[in-house]
């Protein structure tokens, strides 16, 4: 009985031993054995996609600079003087940011969130924070953007949240 349980360690063990130097000699050669098959070629980034990626960058800057500037005003008028030209003439006739208005409101603010309608993609929600007149409010822009190459809002609602 003893012997039969060194024989069986024995064997483990040249089997053991006959594994590594298998493995050994199998990670020294030229070609990568284990990687052969599952070799998939990574595409480089195109052009293509690097332009595209600028083009989606573009409507967050523009989303954001425009929120910051319909925050951030001393007076209505120089608010709707700031945000004209990220906008549509639809969009400020609709608005009535053509009319002058010299109401003294400062306000201060900043956008903290920017998110895209997934079933209308040109659909964004803009959640901020606004001070007026020593009250800080959520609000809330939905605006819908143009679909051109250089995006102009084309309507936009603007809420507070409660």
């Not at 690097?50 to 960058?57: D, F, I």
């Not at 953007?145 to 936009?156: A, H």
């Amino acid at each position: 009985m003893k012997k039969r349980i060194i024989l069986i360690w024995i064997i483990g063990i040249i089997l053991f031993v006959i594994s590594v130097s298998y493995l050994i000699r199998l990670s020294q050669r030229d070609d990568d054995f284990f990687l052969e098959e599952s070799t998939e070629e990574v595409e480089e980034p195109s052009e293509t996609t690097s332009s595209s990626t600028a083009q989606n960058a573009k409507p967050q800057v523009i989303l954001e600079n425009f929120g910051e500037d319909w925050l951030n005003f001393s007076t209505t008028a120089e608010r709707n003087q700031q945000v004209e030209k990220y906008m549509t003439d639809d969009a400020i006739e609709t608005n009535q940011l053509d009319t002058d208005s010299e109401e003294e409101q400062e306000s201060r603010g900043t956008i903290k969130t920017i998110t895209q309608d997934i079933e209308q993609p040109q659909r964004y929600l803009l959640l901020g924070e606004e001070t007026t007149q020593g009250e800080t409010k959520e609000v809330l822009l939905e605006v819908v953007l143009t679909d051109e190459p250089s995006p102009k809002v084309n309507q936009f609602e603007f809420s507070y949240t409660e």
